[in-house]
């Protein structure tokens, strides 16, 4: 200590303001309490038979498809909200979820919604989302239309109270003319049979037949990062998971950055996509800054003030002026 004072010290600061801004990221304050209801409140529709609303999935905090994604719905006075199918940032700590949420606020003024993902879990945690969000399932009322939000965040299984209470609202959503569906991961993955980015099988079978039986008009999932949509066992449905996450294929007709646009009018559904241009590339790498830099600069700073100690002047000079060259 008498030796390297000042060097200690600052490797001590640098520890400890990576812990702050660690602990800060996970546990501090949420922003915002039950959010989704909040949002469902704001929802107003002109005619009860015929209005349009937004849906996305996979954006993972990607500013440079996001941000003009949403602003792009801005500009479309028809939508009158929007769902987000879930991956709203790609780890749910509050750090991440207080960005999400400035990007929304920032770039779009209509209702919101949300729909939980595999990527907004906090090391395995649900909490985070659950304070900000609200219940991960949830139901709610617009016009002649019945939405159903599932939480969906795992391929190895759909949970068994969730598919009872799933039930009882596609029961209680019968006197509506429209019945629409949102989960995460996807009954089916529709590229095929090979792929394994969905549900089991049993739960496919299970879901599709209830589905069909209480006249489903439209299921709604993303997780694969792509464009799928058509019709599966009597079900029609749409993949949508390209609003900012890396696309998982190359395929043009299938995999671009998009939202899609629902038109609801007098119990049908038509469903249109809406492809998205990424802005400048460094957009998304200054989002990752944001997210994690300044963390890990201060524990690499920390780690070379350290390792200097037990080399000799000459080699901490060099280690230090190679440190702060890099900076």
């Avoid at 719905?73 to 400035?102: C, M, N, P, W």
């Avoid at 998971?241 to 007709?253: H, I, S, T, V």
């Avoid at 990752?288 to 350290?306: C, N, S, T």
Wanted: hydrophobic residues 40%; glycine residues 8%; charged residues 20%.
């Amino acid at each position: 200590m008498k030796e390297h004072p000042v060097r200690i010290i600052l490797s001590s600061l640098c520890v400890l303001l990576f812990i702050g801004i660690t602990v800060w990221n996970s546990s501090a304050p949420v922003p915002i309490h039950n959010r989704n209801q909040r949002e469902i409140s704001r929802i107003t529709v002109a005619d009860p038979n015929n209005f349009t609303f937004a849906v996305m999935g996979d954006n993972k905090g990607n500013r440079s498809v996001f941000e003009p994604l949403l602003r792009d719905i801005g500009q479309d006075k028809e939508i009158a909200f929007a769902i987000d199918d879930g991956d709203l940032v790609d780890e749910g700590t509050v750090g991440h979820y207080r960005r999400f949420l400035s990007q929304v606020r920032e770039n779009l003024a209509i209702p919101f919604l949300t729909a939980i993902g595999n990527h907004d879990l906090n090391h395995g945690s649900n909490n985070n989302y659950q304070e900000i969000f609200g219940p991960t399932y949830y139901s709610f009322q617009v016009g002649q239309g019945y939405f159903i939000v599932l939480d969906a965040i795992t391929e190895s299984g759909f949970d068994k109270t969730e598919r009872q209470w799933l039930e009882k609202e596609l029961q209680r959503g019968q006197v509506s003319k429209t019945r629409f569906i949102f989960m995460h991961v996807s009954i089916f993955d529709a590229r095929g049979s090979t792929y394994h980015k969905s549900l089991p099988d049993n739960d496919q079978k299970d879901l599709l037949d209830l589905f069909r039986r209480y006249k489903v008009t439209h299921l709604f999932a993303s997780h694969l990062h792509g464009y799928f949509s058509g019709m599966q066992a009597g079900v029609p449905y749409t993949l949508t998971g390209g609003a900012g996450g890396y696309l998982q294929g190359k395929d043009p007709e299938h995999f671009f950055y998009h939202y899609v646009k629902v038109h609801v009018s007098n119990g049908k559904a038509d469903v249109t996509v809406r492809r998205i241009d990424a802005e400048h590339g460094m957009t998304y790498f200054f989002g990752l800054m944001e997210d994690y830099a300044l963390r890990w600069v201060l524990l690499l700073v920390a780690g070379v003030l350290l390792l200097s100690l037990a080399l000799p002047k000459r080699g901490v000079s060099a280690v230090l002026s190679c440190v702060f060259t890099i900076a």
